[in-house]
T-cell receptor, first 110, second 112 residues
């Protein structure tokens, strides 16, 4: 089987930096993705790491360490619109299976 | 506009009454998948399809059926819905080489 662990909630103020950690246990690991979801709407893709290291996309960055089975999403210069749920997801093997963590609810306060 | 379209958005039904949730994508994607989302559990994969007539079980397939007769459509069938299938359902699609999946807007199903 597989498991992904991420914190359930994080609260921060506007302008702050938030790091959401994700640890995983899975066979056939292929890559780690991050998705954002607002209020039960469609999840939207943020980032993907197939190799170790940092991927930067504007205010959001994602990191992967395959040897530690660990990754994180870094949200910088937090804005109110960043209040949402964030999910890490493991791509297993090359068969398009994607397993999600339970999600982290980020609340941004003024 | 490139999108994944699910219908209906909301559905209330009774136990045992067969229903179908439709999913259609206009991006010519090979891969399509169904997920259910429940509080505290994230999104769990129900079934997926790698191409026309090729489907396979995800992590929680019990009580569901799918078909992929055309590339653009991937309906989810509940032959005999039960209250434990009350959930928020998402369809997603992906091009074979792409990193990201495109999700539909979701179908909130209540089985009473």
């Amino acid at each position: 089987g597989q498991s992904l662990e991420q914190p359930s909630e994080v609260t921060a103020v506007e302008g702050a930096i938030v790091q959401i950690n994700c640890t995983y246990q899975t066979s056939g690991f292929y890559g780690l993705s991050w998705y954002q979801q607002h209020d039960g709407g469609a999840p939207t893709f943020l980032s993907y790491n197939g190799l170790d290291g940092l991927e930067e996309t504007g205010r959001f960055s994602s990191f992967l360490s395959r040897s530690d089975s660990y990754g994180y999403l870094l949200l910088q210069e937090l804005q109110m619109k960043d209040s949402a749920s964030y999910f890490c997801a493991v791509k297993r093997g090359n068969d398009y299976k994607l397993s999600f963590g339970a999600g982290t609810t980020v609340t941004v306060r003024a | 506009e490139a999108q994944v379209t699910q219908n209906p958005r909301y559905l209330i039904t009774v136990t045992g009454k067969k229903l179908t949730v439709t999913c259609s994508q206009n991006m010519n994607h090979e891969y399509m998948s169904w997920y259910r989302q429940d509080p505290g559990l994230g999104l769990r994969q129900i079934y997926y399809s790698m191409n026309v007539e090729v489907t396979d079980k995800g992590d929680v397939p019990e009580g569901y059926k799918v078909s992929r007769k055309e590339k653009r459509n991937f309906p989810l069938i509940l032959e005999s819905p039960s209250p434990n299938q009350t959930s928020l359902y998402f369809c997603a699609s992906k091009d074979g080489s792409a990193r990201s999946y495109t999700f539909g807007s979701g179908t909130r199903l209540t089985v009473v």
